[in-house]
């Protein structure tokens, strides 16, 4: 008969060791247990990475000058724990530490959202140039906030214009005043819950950007297991994936300046659009650091598309 044990585990042997070594041997079961990335990192050296100055009690990335330095006991036991969550349990690292950085911004993240990883911020960081005047951008609206991560960051790489934030589940809206507060974005950030336009009231903006659900249902149950810890609603959209797009095309062009631009991320579900929209005249967009599925189209094309 087995019997389980409740001894504790015991603590790693850590003498000598410095944190480089303890990130090599990290990034080394992590590679082995063969997880999904893409949820704010890339590889097994970056969630080794994360967890491991999470597990050090750093408030930032690790960095060249850390690798150096001894490993308390206390840290290499709070790191082996994060690892053996990561592969046991297939979190993905950054809703283990609650922390990531996105358009060079921390972001507090939790189940109760997707974890940031638009390529997005890339538009954001470049003030959405040559696409806009960046000058002249007074109002900004961000469909589908979950963490606030895409109307925050505007905020703050636009100091001079107000931004609305919306998102129909009130516990992403929970996380997005977490962010805010944390910026401290308060008096420029609007958070409202409602279904797409709803809340708005025919407010006009001159960026309108989203990040809106584009997984179809085939797509869904196919997703590997980390995708299983994100909110599915945040994830899914009908059956072929472009119920929100769809909505998105019908209504944003009330909603835009004269001047104003879309901004819609969809993902996988490129190929879909392309097909659904063929006299659409979406441009999509390039990113210097990767990712795709990305459109963008003007004020004046997007009312031709509603005629």
Not at 229 to 242: F, I, N, V
């Amino acid at each position: 008969m087995n019997r389980l044990s409740h001894r504790r585990r015991a603590a790693p042997d850590v003498t000598g060791l410095t944190t480089a070594d303890l990130l090599k041997r990290g990034t080394a079961r992590l590679a082995r247990a063969r997880l999904e990335y893409g949820h704010g990192t890339e590889r097994p050296v970056d969630d080794a990475a994360a967890l491991l100055a999470h597990a050090k009690g750093l408030v930032r990335p690790l960095e060249a000058r850390d690798l150096a330095r001894p490993v308390s006991a206390r840290a290499a036991t709070r790191f082996d724990a994060l690892l053996r969550r990561r592969i046991d349990e297939r979190i993905p690292a950054v809703y283990l530490t609650n922390l990531c950085w996105w358009a060079g911004l921390p972001f507090y993240v939790d189940s109760r959202v997707l974890v940031p990883r638009s390529p997005i911020a890339e538009l954001i960081e470049r003030r959405f140039s040559p696409w806009v005047r960046p000058d002249a951008v007074r109002r900004i609206l961000d469909l589908g906030t979950g963490s606030g991560c895409i109307a925050l960051a505007s905020a703050a790489y636009f100091p001079d214009a107000l931004v609305d934030a919306v998102d129909i589940d009130p516990a992403a809206l929970q996380v997005a005043r977490i962010n805010r507060a944390g910026l401290k974005l308060g008096r420029r950030v609007r958070l409202l819950q409602g279904d797409f336009f709803s809340p708005l009231k025919g407010q006009r903006y001159d960026i309108i950007v989203s990040n809106p659900p584009y997984v179809g249902t085939a797509e869904f149950n196919g997703l590997p297991p980390e995708y299983a810890h994100e909110p599915a609603g945040a994830l899914r959209s009908g059956r072929d994936g472009m119920d929100a797009v769809r909505r998105l095309l019908r209504e944003a062009a009330r909603h835009l300046t004269d001047e104003g631009v879309l901004v819609v991320e969809v993902g996988n579900t490129e190929t879909r659009v392309r097909r659904a929209f063929p006299k659409v005249p979406f441009v999509w967009l390039a990113f210097e650091r990767g990712g795709g599925g990305v459109f963008l189209l003007t004020a004046a094309q997007l009312r031709k598309v509603a005629r």
